[in-house]
C-alpha cells in the first residue's frame, strides 16, 4: 500500500452509544470513521469528552479495545455521555432522537488540547457536523485544520434533524479538503451555496469557494460518484442483504479516506468505500466485526 498506508488519523467530533431496542452499541459518526480506518491499520486518534458514569466508563474501554487511541478523551464530571435513542424503519431508514447536553459538547481547553495534539502529527482530520454545533468543539477542529493542518480534511456532513444550521454548514466546509455527503445531503448543500445542480456544478462551486479538492455523493442502493479536479468518477452499489444501515455511511468515509492515504487511483478509492459500505450494511450495528480480507476478496 505504500509509504502512506500507516498515515496517522485524528477524529474530533461525538462519541457515544445509539440505543437500538436490543440494547446499546457504541457509535458516533466521526468516531465510526476513525474505528474504521484504525482497522484499515492507520493509527488513529479521537478527541471527545464522556460523563463520569458508567456509560464512559464502558465507551473509553471499547474505544481501548477497538485500538483507538483513548489519550485526547476527557471526562466532563457535569455532563451524561452521549446517547441517540434509534428507532429502525427499513423503508424511510432510521429515527433518531440526540441527547443533549452531552459530554461531548464539552472537550475542555482548546490551547491545551492543541499544544498535546501537536506531537500527534497527524495526516487526517476526521470531523462532521453534530458536535460541532459546540463552540468549543468547533474552535478546536478549526485550529486543527488550521494550525496543525493534516493533509487530507474530510468534513462527513451527516446532517440529523433539528441538529445543525446552514451557517455551521458553511463555516465547517473552510476547514476541509474532501466533503462526503448523501444525494439529499448534496440537495441541501447546493441550495446553501446557491447551485442548482449536485454534480459537477457543486463540486465547481466548492473547489472555487473553499478549496475543496474532492467531492464524493454516495446513494445508498444506487452507488456512489466521486468528483475530483473536474473529473467525475461513478459505482453502481452493492446488493447485500442488509442488516441495518447504522454506520454504513461512517463505514464508506473510511474506505475513501483510506484510499486517498493510500494513493489509490480515484476509481480504485471509490470502488474500496462502496466495498466497506456495503459490508458494515450487511451487519447489524455502526461498528460491527469484519476484516481486510473480506475487503480484498469483495466485488
Known amino acids: 500500500m505504500g509509504d502512506m498506508a500507516d498515515g496517522r488519523v485524528l477524529g474530533i467530533g461525538e462519541l ?3 440505543l437500538f431496542p436490543d440494547g446499546p452499541r457504541l457509535g458516533g459518526a466521526p468516531f465510526n470513521v476513525v474505528a474504521s480506518m484504525r482497522r484499515l491499520s492507520h493509527p488513529a486518534a479521537f478527541v471527545t469528552a464522556v460523563g463520569d458514569d458508567e456509560l464512559g466508563r464502558s465507551a473509553v474501554a471499547a474505544v481501548d479495545e477497538l485500538g483507538v487511541d483513548t489519550t485526547f478523551i476527557s471526562v466532563a464530571p457535569d455532563l451524561p455521555t452521549g446517547t441517540v435513542a434509534v428507532t429502525p424503519d427499513p423503508v424511510e431508514g432510521h429515527r433518531f432522537t440526540i441527547g443533549s ?5 464539552s472537550i475542555g ?7 498535546r495534539l501537536l ?7 476526521v470531523y462532521g457536523t453534530l458536535a460541532q454545533r459546540s463552540p468549543a468543539v468547533r474552535e478546536l477542529t478549526h485550529r486543527v485544520a488550521t494550525e496543525i493542518r493534516p493533509v487530507k480534511r474530510l ?4 446532517l440529523r434533524d433539528g441538529s445543525w444550521t446552514g451557517d455551521l454548514v458553511l463555516d465547517l466546509l473552510r476547514d476541509a479538503t474532501v466533503v462526503k455527503l448523501n444525494g439529499d445531503e448534496a440537495v441541501v448543500l447546493a441550495g446553501l451555496l446557491g447551485s442548482a445542480a449536485t454534480g459537477r456544478a457543486l463540486a465547481t462551486a466548492l473547489a472555487a469557494r473553499y478549496g475543496i479538492e474532492r467531492l464524493c455523493i ?3 442502493a444506487a452507488g456512489a460518484t466521486l468528483l475530483v479536479g473536474g473529473d467525475e468518477y461513478m459505482v ?3 446488493e447485500v442483504d442488509v442488516a441495518d444501515t447504522v454506520g454504513a455511511g461512517d463505514a464508506f468515509a473510511a474506505g475513501l479516506l483510506h484510499g486517498l492515504l493510500t494513493d489509490m487511483p480515484p476509481d480504485e478509492t471509490l470502488r474500496f468505500a462502496n466495498r466497506l ?3 458494515v450494511a450487511s451487519r447489524a450495528g455502526a461498528l460491527p466485526v469484519w476484516s481486510a480480507t473480506e475487503l480484498a476478496d469483495g466485488p
Not at 447536553?101 to 459538547?105: I, K, R
Not at 481547553?109 to 499544544?115: C, I, N, P, R, S
Not at 506531537?119 to 482530520?125: F, K, M, Q, R, S
Not at 468534513?155 to 451527516?158: E, K, P, Q, R, T
Open 16 to 18: 457515544l452509544w445509539d
Open 101 to 105: 447536553p452531552a459530554a461531548y459538547e
Open 109 to 115: 481547553d482548546a490551547d491545551t488540547l492543541v499544544t
Open 119 to 125: 506531537d500527534l502529527v497527524p495526516e487526517a482530520l
Open 155 to 158: 468534513y462527513d456532513v451527516n
Open 218 to 220: 454516495t446513494r445508498g
Open 236 to 238: 453502481e452499489g452493492i
Open 277 to 279: 459500505g456495503a459490508l
